[in-house]
């Protein structure tokens, strides 16, 4: 069975899909994982011809859930841990007695806060 790269031309999700399920002619195609459409073309399957399956993806970093554990956790590190920065979410919660962390916390809040989606999906996904 061969199968074809179908690569998203917004966030570069791929996945393998077999070569006998892609019809003739232009597609519009949902990403899984960006949810944006895209047209897909038998020509484009044929220049990605692969054997290998596709590599898993990162999730994307949702900004309402960034901004609402920043806010309200930002000052034990559950924004850190949310980015998977693990060794800085452990520091913020060794120092959230200290009230520092609550600090950047809020710092780091406005600068999401003014961040658009595809910033943060850029950096951080």
Same mark, same amino acid.
């Given at each position: 069975m061969s199968t !074809? $790269?179908? *690569?998203? /031309?917004?966030?570069?999700?791929?996945?393998? @899909?077999?070569?006998?399920?892609?019809?003739a002619g232009k597609k519009k195609v949902t990403c899984p994982h960006c949810q944006r459409l895209f047209l897909y073309t038998m020509e484009e399957a044929e220049d990605n011809f692969d054997f290998q399956p %596709? !590599?898993?993806? @990162?999730? /994307? !970093?949702?900004? @309402? %859930?960034?901004?609402?554990? *920043?806010?309200?956790? =930002?000052g034990v590190g559950g924004h850190k841990f949310y980015l998977r920065?693990?060794? $800085? =979410?452990?520091?913020? #919660? #060794?120092?959230?007695? *200290?009230?520092? /962390? %609550? #600090?950047i916390a809020l710092v780091e809040f406005i600068i999401y806060a003014c961040k658009s989606e595809a910033d943060l999906q850029q950096k951080y996904s």
């Open positions: !074809v $790269q179908i *690569t998203c /031309p917004h966030c570069d999700f791929s996945k393998s @899909v077999d070569r006998q399920k892609i019809s %596709a !590599v898993p993806s @990162v999730k /994307p !970093v949702n900004k @309402v %859930a960034l901004l609402l554990l *920043t806010f309200f956790l =930002g920065k693990y060794l $800085q =979410g452990l520091f913020y #919660l #060794l120092l959230c007695w *200290t009230g520092i /962390p %609550a #600090l």
